[in-house]
Nanobody, 129 residues
Framework: VQLQASGGGLVQAGDSLRLSCAAS????????MTWFRQAPGKEREFVGG???????????DSADSVKGRFTISRDNAKNTVYLQMNSLKPEDTATYYC????????????????????WGQGTQVTVSS
């Protein structure tokens, strides 16, 4: 499975970007696809994600630092999860990564980075003030 992350760029504070994470494989099982970010000199942090039960129910979650500004959505037909980022701030500057864990049932916040099955290559988001 390959994850292709895209959509990053250089924007000004207050602007919006939409990141995409496309998986090369379609699955009908449970999965969690999550966005992380890592700024220079800082640890990788959870941004938000979506869990899909396979039975038609999905749940979205996001970090407190981005609630109200970032929205997670998915298009199962395209095997793609989106991260819509509005009202961007300079502190949102980071490399954004997507990751997927298949067959997982539980809170995505309980997953450690090393527990994910696959990672995308990262896409750079730079927000100027």
């Amino acid at each position: 499975v390959q994850l292709q992350a895209s959509g990053g760029g250089l924007v000004q504070a207050g602007d919006s970007l939409r990141l995409s994470c496309a998986a090369s494989r379609r699955t009908r099982s449970n999965y969690v696809m999550t966005w992380f970010r890592q700024a220079p000199g800082k640890e990788r942090e959870f941004v938000g994600g979506i869990s899909w039960s396979g039975g038609g129910t999905y749940l979205a979650d996001s970090a407190d630092s981005v609630k109200g500004r970032f929205t997670i959505s998915r298009d199962n037909a395209k095997n793609t999860v989106y991260l819509q980022m509005n009202s961007l701030k300079p502190e949102d500057t980071a490399t954004y990564y997507c990751a997927v864990k298949y067959g997982y049932i539980g809170s995505m916040r309980d997953l450690k980075s090393y527990e994910y099955d696959y990672w995308g290559q990262g896409t750079q988001v730079t927000v100027s003030s």
